[in-house]
């Protein structure tokens, strides 16, 4: 069993920076991905970034590439997420995942965990 905890959220203005984190606590395998997903209000949670624990792949939605960054402290077991230039579509809940077999970056149902999510607010 793995718990993640998310920080970093809050009330910014369009082209300010945020930085998102998530720690985790548990065992994790090998092939473990961390990604953050978020949710705007009315819509569904949407995939936003990825990383795979062994190696540091990465993977972004289209929105976001050049924008964020997702990285790994693997010694604090947290996950990071930059996010630079944002815009008023990047508010929402932000909830970070953990899966131990993701084959599609972008499919909810293949995360194993989930946090309780930070809310983020981009004001034009």
């Known amino acids: 069993q793995v718990q993640l905890v998310e920080s970093g959220g809050g009330l910014v203005q369009a082209g300010d920076s945020l930085r998102l984190s998530c720690g985790a606590s548990g065992r994790t395998c090998e092939n473990y991905v961390t990604a953050w997903f978020r949710q705007a209000p009315g819509a569904e949670r949407e995939f936003v970034a990825g990383i795979r624990w062994s190696g540091g792949r990465t993977f972004y939605v289209d929105s976001v590439k050049g924008r964020f960054t997702i990285s790994r402290e693997n010694d604090r077991n947290m996950v990071l997420l930059q996010m630079n230039s944002l815009k008023p579509d990047d508010t929402g809940v932000y909830y970070c995942?953990?899966?131990?077999?993701?084959?599609?970056?972008?499919?909810?149902?293949?995360?194993?965990?989930w946090g309780q999510g930070t809310q983020v607010t981009v004001s034009a």
């Open positions: 995942s953990g899966g131990h077999n993701v084959r599609t970056w972008m499919r909810r149902d293949e995360y194993d965990y």
